[in-house]
């Protein structure tokens, strides 16, 4: 069983920077898929960005050029640098971790942006 902990969330201005952090443990597969997705009050959740363990990643259009997603060599941890962060960047941020057809998720790490 894949056990997924985040860190890193918090209140920010407008214009400021957060860096999400997530750790999977229980693990041990090369081939999955890490990142993150978020949800805001009354919507769904979406993606914002995966990487797999080849280093390939791909991200929302709304967060291209803002984000960034790293992972940590083996030791299955993924990385949401988030600058220029706007108020319609807050949400739950959630980590998601992928290995064939098994799907885990992380409790959620709350990102607020607003003055």
């Known amino acids: 069983q894949v056990q997924l902990v985040e860190s890193g969330g918090g209140l920010v201005q407008p214009g400021g920077s957060l860096r999400l952090s997530c750790a999977a443990s229980?693990?041990?597969?090369?081939?999955?898929?890490m990142g993150w997705y978020r949800q805001a009050p009354g919507k769904q959740r979406e993606l914002v960005a995966l990487m797999n363990s080849g280093g390939s990643s791909n991200y929302a259009d709304s967060v291209k050029g803002r984000f960034t997603i790293s992972r940590e060599g083996d030791k299955n941890t993924v990385f949401l640098q988030m600058n220029s962060l706007k108020p319609e960047d807050t949400a739950v941020y959630f980590c998601n971790y992928r290995v064939g057809f098994s799907v885990y998720w992380g409790q959620g790490t709350q990102v607020t942006v607003s003055s």
């Open positions: 229980g693990s041990g597969f090369s081939n999955n898929i």
